[in-house]
DNA sequence: TAGTGGTCTAGACCACTTT
DNA sequence: AAGTGGTCTAGACCACTAG
């Protein structure tokens, strides 16, 4: 069957379909390699990258002589997408404003400092700003940039543009990290979001470096109500 | 040089640096594959393997005939693990535990029904139960499982064995939805957890099916100061 | 030490899309 | 029409590890 689409696919499909309808079980093993070619009539890299994209996506697991055997389907926990603010807004169906409130050069405290690698008190860039959805505020962002590492950055007023768009675009980074937990507002917060004291806020925050240089650190703070992250049946494996 | 290293991912890791060090900017075409080929003395389809995996982690573009671009690395948004709450526990130096607080029974509400494809007043199975690390509860969990599409779970009792880990271990699944969100605690939540009502939580909601037959749907609090979800470094587009 | 996965090559044909 | 990526093969050698 099949007709155009490329052999490794409809080999791995066969496999994940065996393993998805139980007719492998957790622990079994998998032909091998060379046994699957003969079963499907390809060759062995064919074969090969088949179960070499299951194994990506955490179905199977490989050992030298050892073989490919099913893993139970629990490991490594699910991956959430977290979208970019502007399409977050859009996809609500709001417009979506940005909105500086100030920009400052401060010393570092000593979480900043320890996020981006710094000493405490060195200097770092202060940003403070907010999304908003139509006439609410969607997101309420504190931020902090490594001038060293984010060259131009003191060139940049984020008058119009803000800082994790002119960022994204200007200074590569290879890593980021985020934490994300429910936080009761404090009043400044409050104040900062149009919201009642003690509101719950999904709070996120995100550290981003460069080979082990920190670039920025910001913490993002959304209304519990309204805002939600989301993640689809988007396996997305490897082969996109 | 080397030594050891595949030369795919040697030929990989020279390409993304010469994009995270802006020797290739957003836009910028990469050399053919052809091209990369000779450059760096391998074949054409090791080549091929590097820049397919640059492709499948969203560094770049792949068009048949106009090449492979550099991408704007904003697309696509951020991945997010989510542990099983056994080893969040475990990693938090907890000792775990595992408690049932009822199960039974029940139609199915609109909200559950619409989770799980069934008509509103279907019968699900209803689990509550609670998962302690020490002596505060780490998570509260309500869950609502669709018996057809769970052969055998009528006769669990859950009383040793959370429903979250009988499911993984018995009932093969395709797609998870996943929906995360800050919500204050209620009356009757907030004895469930031993917090305040109002107290900031981390609600995450959930559903599990398997080729679009619902099989289960859950709703997990946890208290928010205590709580973090994390995304480490992990990138992980493909090749493990 | 034998079996399995991991990688690599040289060459080939095809599919798509720009010119 | 031509250039680029997408896939495939047959065969090979190496690396690791269970028996």
Redesign the pocket.
Known sequence: MSG????????KNALQHRIETGALRVGD?????????QE?????????????EL?AEGFVE???????TVLPRERGGVLIRIPLIRDEVAAAGKSYRYELIDLKSVAASARVASDLGLAQGDEVLAVRCRHWGDRTVWQYEERWINPAAAPGVQDQSFLRTSPNRWLLTHVPYSDVTHEITAVAATKAQAVRLGLAIGAPLLQTRRVTSLHGTGITTVTLLHPGGTYTLRSGPAQDGT??
């Not at 155009?4 to 080999?11: A, D, E, F, L, S």
């Not at 499907?40 to 070499?52: E, W």
């Open positions: 155009q689409r490329p052999i490794y696919r409809t080999v093993q998998l032909p091998s390699e060379e046994a699957i070619a499907f009539d390809c060759s062995r890299l064919t074969a090969h990258r088949a179960v070499r194994a490989r050992r030298r002589r050892a073989g490919t082969s996109a």
